[in-house]
């Protein structure tokens, strides 16, 4: 069993910023994509910015400029720096690990959600 435990999230100021952390833990030795989704008041959930083991990195074009994800392999743990925010990006995040390492052997289809942390920006 995988465990997600996600930081950082709470009231911000438009212009503001936040930092947002998720550590995995259980009977893991590595993740390969790591990434962070959002979804607002009836709005669907949304990729916000992955990251994978081999160091690519994809953004939400809404995102892009203002966010950087990054991640400590060693740690299992990936973060979601978040500056210059917007009333808009107001929406419950959302940790979400793909593709584990279980020793040597590897489980594409592995995919596991956190609670969430509720960003909310607003003067």
């Known amino acids: 069993q995988v465990q997600l435990v996600e930081s950082g999230g709470g009231l911000v100021q438009p212009g503001g910023s936040l930092r947002l952390s998720c550590a995995a833990s259980g009977r893991i030795f590595s993740v390969n994509v790591m990434g962070w989704y959002r979804q607002a008041p009836g709005k669907q959930r949304e990729l916000v910015a992955v990251?994978?083991?081999?160091?690519?990195?994809n953004y939400a074009d809404s995102v892009k400029g203002r966010f950087t994800i990054s991640r400590d392999n060693a740690k299992n743990t990936v973060y979601l720096q978040m500056n210059k925010l917007k009333p808009e990006d107001t929406a419950v995040y959302y940790c979400?690990?793909?593709?584990?390492?279980?020793?040597?052997?590897?489980?594409?289809?592995?995919?596991?959600w956190g609670q969430g942390t509720q960003v909310t920006v607003s003067s």
């Open positions: 990251s994978t083991r081999g160091g690519s990195t």
């Open positions: 979400n690990v793909e593709g584990l390492y279980y020793s040597s052997t590897y489980f594409p289809d592995e995919n596991y």
